[in-house]
């Protein structure tokens, strides 16, 4: 496997926080402080690879199971399976575990594709069933069209000549050259997200999961309602309303550590208000995001009470929320000011 760099693994410095609130000792102060470790950039290029059924990217000499390495049996023999000639891009399955970051993932590595020299009406297209339903529109915008976009099967198969381009979120980062690569998009190309921004207030629930984390989330999203902002429930709605939702909000709460980033589909200029574990903060994402895409951050930390348990769900104290809410208001004005 060869890597046609575009840039170099570099060190950057995440956003500085509007505010801080909560339990913020030594370590917390230096995880959002410090500087972080980007991975490099480019695209990995593969010869008559493997990529099985889990995703799994396999050179000739690969050592595993015939049936994950694109055989399987028929007959009591050792049948090969799908073999795909063309100059093939992979988009893989970490897409579809974090659909709301799906627009700007492909749209980064479509742009890393075309740093790298290619072109991008000439090559292969393999994505999952439901990822090429929602990106139909995003590739035509590129002149790519439908004859393209193969749909990956369920089992292995082989690639004479396989390109795996980075993505967005690199190694718990986010690529420093995001905001360069999204100004690369055309935007309005997706309908729904054309526009003017509305400048809604909205504190987001992310899914089920979220309940979980934050203790007393309802109680914050009651408090947010009152001063006039949106409890959106994402996974309620289809993945296009999502970016819709997001895209159209001039603050945003989010809420616990997981992996699906909404923040990398907000405009620049957004305020994000992260609700956080305390105990949680070796990887806060928003910061680095925030300051690939031109956006403002602040923290309000909880705690679990001092359990031991990596699951146990923390709380944060209404007060400190309270008044990260205020600091967002005096804030928002202030760049007003500063914009007239």
């Known amino acids: ?103 700007v993932d492909v749209s980064y590595r479509l742009w890393v594709l075309r740093q790298s020299g290619c072109h991008l009406g000439s090559l292969t297209y393999l994505l999952s069933p439901r990822l090429a339903s929602l990106a139909h529109g995003l590739l035509s915008s590129h002149g790519i069209s439908q004859s393209q976009i193969s749909i990956r099967p369920q089992q292995g198969l082989v690639i004479e000549d396989m390109l795996l381009p980075t993505g967005a979120c690199l190694q718990g980062s986010v690529s420093p050259r995001l905001s360069e690569a999204l100004a690369f998009q055309a935007v309005p190309a997706v309908e729904p997200l054309a526009g003017p921004r509305r400048g809604s207030f909205l504190f987001v629930v992310q899914d089920e999961e979220v309940l979980q984390d934050v203790g007393n989330l309802r109680e914050l999203s009651e408090m947010a309602e009152q001063l006039g902002y949106t409890t959106g429930h994402l996974g309620a709605l289809p993945d296009i309303e999502q970016l819709e939702l997001l895209r159209d909000a001039s603050v945003i709460v989010l809420c616990g550590h997981h992996a699906s980033q909404p923040t990398m589909n907000c405009r620049p200029g957004t305020v994000v208000c992260q609700l956080q574990d305390a105990a949680r903060t070796s990887n806060l994402v928003p910061s680095a995001i925030a300051r690939s895409l031109d956006q403002s951050v602040g923290y309000v930390f909880g705690s679990s009470g001092g359990s031991d348990d990596a699951s146990a769900c923390f709380r944060i104290v209404p007060e400190d929320f309270e008044a990260a809410l205020r600091v967002i208001s005096v804030y928002r004005s202030r760049l007003h000011e500063h914009a007239r």
């Not at 950057?12 to 950039?41: H, N």
């Open 1 to 103: 496997m060869t890597f046609h760099m575009i840039s170099p693994r570099e060190r950057s410095t995440p956003a500085t926080p509007v505010f801080l609130f909560g339990p913020v000792d030594r370590q917390v102060s230096e995880d959002v402080f410090a500087p972080k470790w980007t991975p490099a950039i480019g695209c990995f290029r593969a010869r008559n690879a493997a990529l099985t059924s889990s995703g799994l990217v396999l050179e000739p000499g690969s050592i595993l199971p015939p049936t994950e390495c694109g055989f399987q049996p028929q007959s009591g023999a050792l049948t090969p399976l799908q073999r795909i000639s063309q100059q093939t891009v992979v988009f893989d399955e970490v897409l579809d575990h974090s659909l709301r970051s799906w627009w």
